[in-house]
């Protein structure tokens, strides 16, 4: 079992940059695929950057492309979640997620697909 608290989430204009953290408990990060997702009011809980359990592989909601990058420390059993640019529409509560797997290159894109989850951290986005 692992539990995650995420930080780093806040209030930032449009064109901002921030970072997350997800900071993992117990020794078997690198046997997690790690996700992070968001969820702004009235809309479903989307998947935005996943990164597999051996970090070379990654995937990223077309909306996000080329503004936020997700990367993992194992030395840290932390992932971060690079945001640049932001927009209004970036607006949401972001969880991260991890799911075990055997699968060095797995990337899992669905939110029932995840064992585990953080407690959100709110970002806003001003115009």
């Known amino acids: 079992q692992v539990q995650l608290v995420e930080s780093g989430g806040g209030l930032v204009q449009a064109g901002g940059s921030l970072r997350l953290s997800c900071a993992a408990s117990?020794?078997?990060?690198?046997?997690?695929?790690m996700g992070w997702f968001r969820q702004a009011p009235g809309k479903e809980r989307e998947s935005v950057a996943v990164?597999?359990?051996?970090?070379?592989?990654?995937y990223y909601v077309d909306s996000v492309k080329g503004r936020f990058t997700i990367s993992r420390d194992g030395a840290k059993y932390t992932v971060y979640l690079q945001m640049n640019s932001l927009k209004p529409e970036d607006t949401a509560v972001y969880y991260c997620?991890?799911?075990?797997?055997?699968?060095?290159?797995?990337?899992?894109?669905?939110?029932?697909?995840?064992?585990?989850w953080g407690q959100g951290t709110q970002v806003t986005v001003s115009s």
């Open positions: 990164v597999s359990r051996s970090g070379v592989r990654t």
């Open positions: 117990g020794r078997s990060f690198s046997s997690y695929c």
């Open positions: 997620a991890a799911v075990p797997t055997a699968d060095f290159r797995g990337i899992y894109y669905a939110a029932d697909e995840y064992e585990y």
